[in-house]
């Protein structure tokens, strides 16, 4: 089966301090994996993606990501966060072999000044 | 115009009640899906659609219902609706192989 853990609900951190941000996932086939973000009382935005090629993947406003096969991990992270980082953030899989998209519980980053 | 519409964006309703949550695309997408969101468990996915003859349960169809009326709508019925349906529905459209998706802005629905 198809499945994301994000292994933190919760991430305080101050600001210009980095932060990772956990992701593992379990397919038995290969599978795309996204994380995006979620401001308050917002939609979905999505901040990077990985296809295939290169496991280290940037995306939008600083962030980055590393695809780890024989971990199945892709974790979120950001050398230097601000206070506008404050949000929720999703990672999510897509499997060819299920055609959907599942998501984890999410992780709500909050950045103190 | 966004590419992924969804009407109403904020609705209370009252135990018991039908209602309909409406989601349009101008991608051009066969795939579209519903998904609900509460705080702490993400995003759940309720149905989804690979055309307007194919529709698939998700992991939380109970209580829910869907009609792909054309390639471009997507609409979320709740037959009777009871409070713990209260969140946020989101619905979503992908290309090929998932390269790309866009999401609608969110409906909110609450139950009283």
């Known amino acids: 089966a198809q499945s994301v853990t994000q292994l933190d609900s919760q991430v305080p951190v101050f600001e210009e301090a980095p932060v990772e941000l956990r992701c593992n996932y379990s397919?038995?086939?290969?599978?795309?994996l996204f994380w995006y973000v979620q401001y308050p009382n917002q939609g979905l935005q999505l901040l990077l993606k990985?296809?295939?090629?290169?496991?280290l993947v940037k995306g939008i406003n600083g962030f980055e990501a590393e695809f780890n096969k024989s971990q199945t991990s892709f974790h979120l992270r950001k050398p230097s966060v601000h206070i506008s980082d404050t949000a929720e953030y999703f990672c999510?899989?897509?499997?060819?072999?299920?055609?959907?998209?599942?998501f984890g519980a999410g992780t709500r980053l909050a950045v103190h000044p | 115009d966004a590419d992924v519409t969804q009407t109403p964006r904020n609705r209370i309703t009252k135990t018991g009640k039908r209602i309909m949550l409406e989601c349009s695309q101008t991608?051009?997408?066969?795939?579209m899906y519903w998904y609900r969101q509460d705080p702490g468990l993400g995003l759940r996915l309720i149905y989804y659609?690979?055309?307007?003859?194919?529709?698939n349960k998700g992991e939380i169809s109970d209580g829910y219902s869907v009609s792909r009326q054309a390639q471009a709508k997507f609409s979320l019925s709740l037959e009777s609706a009871i409070p713990n349906q209260t969140a946020l529905y989101f619905c979503?459209?992908?290309?090929?192989?998932?390269?790309?998706?866009?999401f609608g802005p969110g409906t909110r629905l609450t139950v009283t």
């Open positions: 990985y296809l295939s090629g290169s496991t």
């Open positions: 397919s038995s086939v290969s599978v795309y």
């Open positions: 999510a899989s897509y499997s060819g072999g299920y055609n959907k998209l599942i």
């Open positions: 659609s690979f055309d307007v003859k194919d529709i």
């Open positions: 991608k051009g997408h066969d795939r």
């Open positions: 979503a459209t992908m290309g090929e192989g998932a390269r790309e998706q866009y």
